[in-house]
């Protein structure tokens, strides 16, 4: 269960506790807000993209969006979200769930420059309906190899 994964990496970094699990689904960036009873831009979505024969998640604010020339200058190609199925198949969490946390190797974690102005963002735990509360540096430090970027526009 990809929930139990995510999880399981986070009980390494002693926070497997703090995850939260909702009654109602938190699924997508305005879901996730209302379950949590945040603004939307905190909530870290993590976007899937095939570079090569590798997985890009990129996780990035709410109310981000994907820079496509920022995109092409970071990858070398143009950005081609994972379709549902093949996410699940690669990353290990459905679309819905899709987190940093617990990934299948082959996936590269790159986390956004949109992320830095708040104090505390929001992503998923691997189900649609679970999240957890961490800093931008707690963020980086629970994914080791994850790499800063700067790949979003904002609105």
């Known amino acids: ?67 496509n020339p920022k995109f092409k200058q970071q990858f070398g190609c143009k950005a081609k979200m994972l379709a549902a199925e093949e996410a699940a198949e690669r990353i290990g969490h459905a679309v819905g769930g899709v987190c940093p946390f617990g990934v299948k190797d082959g996936c590269d974690v790159y986390l956004d ?11 998923a735990c691997g189900s649609s309906n679970s999240a957890i509360a961490l800093s931008p540096d707690e963020l980086a430090q629970i994914v080791p190899g994850s790499t800063w970027a700067d790949i979003c526009k904002l609105p």
Do not use: N, Q, W
Request: charge should be negative; hydrophobic fraction near 45%; glycine fraction near 6%.
């Open 1 to 67: 269960m990809s929930l139990e994964k995510a999880k399981a990496h986070l009980a390494e970094y002693g926070r497997d506790g703090d995850v939260m699990e909702f009654d109602t689904s938190s699924a997508t960036v305005e879901l996730a807000a209302t379950a949590i009873g945040c603004e939307p831009a905190r909530i870290a979505k993590t976007l899937s993209f095939a570079v090569g024969d590798r997985v890009a998640l990129i996780v990035c604010a709410g109310d981000a969006r994907i820079a």
């Open 113 to 123: 420059e949109s992320l830095r102005r708040f104090d505390t963002v929001y992503p």
